[in-house]
């Protein structure tokens, strides 16, 4: 008989530089009024130098397993989301795999930018079911610090750093309900960095390695709350729901308008809405576990409570989990 996965433990880490607009005024043309109105955004953490994502993402494990009562051995799978790796291998996954004292289970990365954590939980849950394990690590973790152009206000001001886990165990009764994964790579050229160890390091016009985020707001922010509203209705339509059911919405934290108009197509209250991006920023990859792991442990997400997840990124990815905590 298939099994649910369920979600026992949560954890969630920051670097300890905090980055605020005021910082950013001093950076490029901008201020910390056009910031906070246009994206919701006051400060961001960064990692410091040297500071790795798999840094990051070691205390964040350990947090998401002391509150599941999981000691490393216990864990037979894990799947790390993240579009910053440390190196191009061994990925991130084996790299925190023994960082945790954990030997020989699979563990792999998933990449797929801001919805790697979707992406990567939906795995893990698909292996739960199938009975291939039992305890699995899953986790969203990012640098995008380190792939963003400082000298460029249209992106310079959104991203910050930071890593987010949970634990999943198997559950005769929902857990994870259901997931839902979209990629249209139509999209490849509104959002991207353009460098890799396949294409090479080519310098670009002003003899400059092009490693970093290149993205056309406007047309991405468009496509995000068409999507985001979208995958909503197929959500609760996949799971004969009405919008009155979802306790809580768990959005990706790119900016508080698209956040703002997910909770108008759910006709939810943002009281409901679990928001960090105030204090995070974008953290891709790390966002949407480090809100859940947020409304966890402030008391706000009860179990038993029906969350929406959801999150957007470049690919054009987007994906949701439905989950009754
Ligand atoms: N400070 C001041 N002015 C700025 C800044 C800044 N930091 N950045 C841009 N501007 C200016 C522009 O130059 C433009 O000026 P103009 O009218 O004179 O030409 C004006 O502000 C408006 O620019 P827009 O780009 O149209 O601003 P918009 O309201 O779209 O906000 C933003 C930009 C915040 C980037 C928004 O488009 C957005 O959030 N997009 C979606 C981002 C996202 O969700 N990405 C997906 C996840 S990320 C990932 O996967 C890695």
Redesign the pocket.
């Known amino acids: 008989m298939l099994k649910y996965s369920r979600i026992v433990g949560t954890g969630s880490h920051l670097p300890e530089k905090v980055l605020t607009n005021k910082d950013l005024e001093q950076m490029?043309?901008?201020?910390d009024e056009?910031?906070r109105e246009?994206?919701g955004i006051g400060e961001r953490r960064i990692a410091a130098k040297g500071e790795t994502t798999v840094d990051l993402a070691v205390p964040a494990a350990r947090r998401a397993m002391q509150a599941a009562g999981v000691d490393p051995d216990e864990i037979d799978l894990i799947v790390f989301g993240t579009?910053t790796p440390d190196q191009v291998f061994p990925n991130c996954g084996a790299l925190l795999q023994d960082r945790l004292g954990i030997r020989n289970c699979p563990a792999f990365s998933v990449e797929a930018?801001?919805s790697s954590f979707i992406y990567a939980l939906s795995v893990a849950d698909k292996f739960i079911k199938l009975g291939d394990a039992k305890c699995a690590l899953v986790i969203g973790a990012e640098t995008?610090s380190r792939i963003v152009d400082w000298s460029d206000?249209?992106t310079a001001?959104?991203f910050g750093d930071g890593a987010g886990a949970v634990v999943l165990k198997p559950a005769d009764e929902a857990g994870i309900i259901s997931t839902h994964l979209h990629t249209d790579g139509f999209y490849k050229d509104l959002?991207y960095c353009p460098v890799g160890p396949s294409k090479g390091f080519h310098p670009d016009e002003q003899g400059r390695i092009p490693a970093y985020?290149h993205?056309a707001?406007?047309e991405?922010?468009k496509i995000?709350v068409k999507s985001l509203g979208a995958i909503v209705d197929e959500t609760l339509a996949a799971n004969g729901l009405d919008k009155s059911a979802i306790d809580w919405l768990i959005p990706?934290q790119?900016?508080i308008?698209?956040i703002q108009a997910t909770a108008k197509k759910l006709e939810m209250s943002m009281d409901k809405v679990i928001v960090t991006v105030e204090q995070h920023g974008?953290t891709?990859a790390a966002s949407v576990p480090m809100a859940l792991d947020a409304g966890v442990r402030d008391g706000r997400v009860k179990r038993g409570d029906l969350i929406l997840l959801e999150a957007?990124?470049?690919g054009l990815t987007w994906g949701s989990a439905l989950i009754r905590y």
Do not use: K, Q, Y
């Open positions: 490029v043309e901008t201020s056009w910031i246009r994206t579009t930018a801001c995008l206000r249209s001001i959104l959002l985020i993205m707001g406007n991405v922010f995000a990706h790119a900016n308008r698209i974008n891709s957007f990124g470049g």
